[in-house]
């Protein structure tokens, strides 16, 4: 993968801008910052709305998998101890446990197509 020229990052072959002379092996996000190239000429720029909302599609796809990965030490480390909570805490984790991949499978073609029509 070719190396940006100003920010020394390494990107795919489709996020630099083409030309020769100073726009020569520049990434897009640095063309657009040194004005190398206008906004609107750079289709492949991801602007800041575009980054939030593919932050948090990524994020509502993958919570219930920090959940249950995160949930398991906290049962085995402390949630032992308590005499009621402790059981409802491991139903909620077995529950989710195995509703993860059936809820991550059954939401994979809206997730395409959410991340779909975020994609420039």
């Known amino acids: 993968m070719p190396t940006c020229r100003i920010c020394t990052q390494n990107y795919p072959l489709d996020q630099f801008v083409s030309g020769n002379g100073p726009r020569y092996q520049v990434c897009v996000r640095c063309a657009v ?3 190398l190239v206008d906004r609107e000429d750079a289709p492949q720029l991801y602007s800041d ?3 939030k909302a593919r932050t948090s599609l990524f ?3 993958y919570r219930m998998w920090i959940f249950v990965l995160l949930g ?3 049962y085995l480390t402390l949630g032992r101890g308590i005499e009621l909570w402790s059981n409802v805490f ?3 984790l077995v529950i989710c446990t195995l509703a993860a991949p059936v809820m991550h ?3 994979s073609v809206r997730f395409n197509a959410e ?3 975020l994609s420039p």
């Open 33 to 35: 910052d040194n004005d």
């Open 49 to 51: 709305d575009i980054v």
């Open 59 to 61: 994020a509502r796809r």
């Open 72 to 74: 398991w030490p906290l």
């Open 90 to 92: 491991l139903v909620v």
């Open 105 to 107: 499978f059954i939401g």
């Open 115 to 117: 991340l779909a029509k």
